[in-house]
């Protein structure tokens, strides 16, 4: 329950403000507002079938039930407080009820009201999951105990009773109705019951045991073949696996839904798998994504608690890394600053945990589980639409493009200004292979083994610094030779012979690490956005971003064309210089965030793209970098006046 008040008074600060009645709230009652709510708008996606067929009553009390409950949705709707979704849940309600009014299609009332209850937990979220893992023996003997006389041993509809109640009790081996008919639906209706019928509030029950009664009356309709089939589907690949990732799909997908993201007997074999082993979604969940940081955390404050610090740091560094940074590219794309609040307060958490400082370690990671439990809602199934996923592949391709873009450019720009075609090839092999190396990663990493969160930061760390370090002394290299005028003898005494030795080599090196740390953290990002579909709109997004690099390379080329070579070599010493501040922040936090160093929070500017984040040891760097810079410059402005 600590976990759905912090989530409601978040939504409180956030959208009422200075409201002062709306503050006033009871937390409780609004959910359990909310949760009826959603329980109308499920029973009308669910029942009206049983009511309209093909524009044509067929059940005078069942569609009196369907217009009663379209009506009481739309005005509870109008009862919420005020949110950014409510208009577009107030029409979507206002629209289900005209549909019921109009005696539309079951198929199209029931997508209208499945798509008012997606608005609503958007809007008005609530916890949606079992605490604990149901156990369904326990809910085959709660049935037969509780339902059974009504609904039949089998779930028919044949009960000792069932002859004298009217409405009908429900028949749960009915597939046409158990296609629309959630577990989550069935555990509203157990713990609220249902007005105007025989089906009462089991609310005496214990959560686990609504839960529990629910999978198992969420099990029959299906047969014992379609068990073992989805069993077959579960343990041949990971398609099984990716339809329902989590608890949270499990419990709120239909049949009727998954059957669009694949065939309707693949779906049925699949749904009748996971819904009578919920251990297994749950194991697969807790190896993946928020569930897995979740997860680490805690082992991580029960670790401290026992005064295992070197432990507690590495299981807390495993929970950003291999837990929440995969979903850093969607998230940045839809709220960068609970990214921001993430980042920040692990930094805090990991400095608390070095320190052995229990208590404020525990306040830390009490935030972390609230920040993490909103990711989820943001992050989750069914969440991240075509635009987010567009605008991430693209944002990701022209962040992490740009630098190496820039790198390479330049070195192209530069060779062509020398004169020296010959030494054009190191690069582009350098570049190619670098693109090739990408390839070959992206194989490894979703084939064959999965590079861990530090084994990644740690590569970008060194790689960042290395290129920072060697653009460096390029940039001064440069910035001598123009503003000493010794360009055209250097050229002609000298450039001939390195570039056909070490120094063409060392182009290939500069060009294969700059391009291949971005590609690398690319590959990795655009993994984590595939997991989620919409793979021609990742396409689509990875295809703009390369046109728009296309045209910045263009753009460069043709500006340095036309420039003299003198000014050409300040400008670019000036560019490699800016790059390599850059690569020194972005090293420095790869490395914070792989723990090889301290990170140190500090309130202040905080900017990925330009490599600026906020800690101590981050802005330190580049300030020590933007000082050797400045040296360096101003010693071969006093040396060329000499």
């Known amino acids: 329950m600590k976990y759905s008040i912090w989530r409601r008074l ?37 029942d009206y079938a049983g009511a309209v067929q093909n524009g044509a009553i067929i059940s005078e009390l069942e569609y009196g039930e369907m217009r009663e409950f379209s009506t009481r949705a739309q005005s509870q709707v109008q009862a919420l407080p005020p949110h950014p979704l409510h208009a577009e849940l107030a029409t979507a309600t206002a629209r289900l009820k005209q549909a019921v009014e109009r005696k539309e299609s079951p198929q199209q009332v029931s997508e209208l009201a499945r798509e008012a209850n997606r608005l609503l937990l958007q809007a008005y979220p609530f916890p949606v999951t079992p605490r604990a893992m149901p156990d369904l023996a326990r809910g085959a003997a709660l049935y037969q105990a509780q339902c059974a ?5 089998t779930g028919a509809g044949d009960g000792a009773l069932a002859a004298k109640l009217e409405p ?31 089906m009462p509030a089991f609310a005496s029950l214990s959560e686990h045991d609504r839960w529990s009664l629910a999978f198992h009356v969420g099990t029959l309709a299906f047969k014992d073949a379609d068990i073992e089939a989805g069993k077959s589907a579960f343990a041949q690949g990971k398609a099984a696996s990716a339809t329902i990732p989590d608890m949270n799909t499990l419990v709120t997908v239909t049949e009727e839904e998954l059957a669009k993201a694949t065939s309707p007997a693949t779906a049925r074999t699949i749904l009748a798998y996971a819904r009578t082993h919920p251990k297994t979604v749950r194991a697969q969940q807790e190896r ?5 940081a979740r997860k680490l955390l805690q082992d991580s404050l029960n670790a401290l608690k026992n005064n295992q610090r070197v432990k507690a740091t590495e299981l ?15 998230l940045d794309a839809t709220d960068r600053q609970l990214l921001v609040d993430v980042e920040r307060t692990m930094q805090l958490y990991r400095g608390t945990v070095s320190q052995g400082n229990v208590p404020l370690a525990t306040e830390y990671a009490e935030q972390l589980d609230g920040y993490f439990a909103r990711v989820e809602d943001v992050t989750g199934a069914n969440k991240t639409d075509a635009t987010t996923v567009f605008v991430g592949a693209l944002t990701i391709l022209l962040r992490e493009g740009v630098e190496a873009l820039l790198i390479v450019i330049a070195m192209v720009a530069f060779l062509r200004k020398a004169d020296r075609p010959q030494a054009l090839r190191y690069v582009h092999a350098g570049w190619l292979s670098a693109l090739g190396a990408g390839a070959l990663t992206w194989l490894v990493a979703t084939y064959v083994v999965s590079i861990s969160g530090a084994s990644r930061e740690v590569t ?7 290129a920072a370090a060697v653009l460096l002394s390029v940039g001064l290299w440069m910035h001598q030779k123009g503003q000493a005028g010794q360009w055209q003898a ?24 700059a391009v291949y740390r971005e590609v690398f953290e690319t590959v990795l ?23 728009l690099l296309a045209v910045i390379a263009v753009i460069f080329l043709r500006t340095s064309a036309r420039m003299p070579i003198g000014k050409f070599f300040s400008f670019s010493s000036v560019l490699v210089a800016a790059l390599a501040v850059v690569l020194v922040g972005k090293g420095i936090a790869g490395l914070q965030e792989a723990g090889w160093l301290t990170a140190t929070p500090i309130t202040g500017l905080r900017l990925p793209v330009l490599g600026i984040y906020p800690t101590i040891q981050s802005y330190g760097a580049q300030l020590a970098l933007l000082l050797a810079a400045g040296l360096g410059f101003g010693f071969n402005m006093v040396k060329a006046r000499r």
């Open 490 to 513: 250097y050229l002609k005494q000298h450039l001939t012979a390195a570039m056909e030795k070490r120094s063409a080599w060392a182009l290939f090196a500069l060009a294969f690490i």
């Open 168 to 198: 009908k009790p429900i028949a749960f081996t009915d597939e046409e109705r158990a296609r629309s008919r959630s577990l989550m639906a069935l555990y509203q209706v157990i713990s609220q019951g249902v007005d105007g019928t025989s």
């Open 525 to 547: 990002f655009y993994s984590a956005l595939a997991a989620d579909g919409n793979g021609p709109v990742l396409f689509a997004g990875f295809v703009t971003g390369l046109v």
């Open 460 to 466: 970008e760390g060194l790689s960042s610094l290395f």
């Open 316 to 330: 807390a560094l495993s929970a950003y890394l291999d837990g929440f940074e995969p979903l850093e590219a969607t």
């Open 10 to 46: 978040i939504a409180l600060v956030v959208f009422f403000g200075c409201v002062i009645g709306a503050t006033h709230a009871n937390p409780t009652s609004r959910e359990a507002e909310v949760r009826q709510l959603w329980q109308l708008l499920d029973y009308v996606a669910v």
């Open 288 to 292: 993946t994504g928020i569930a897995l």
């Open 149 to 153: 006389s009504c609904h039949g041993a």
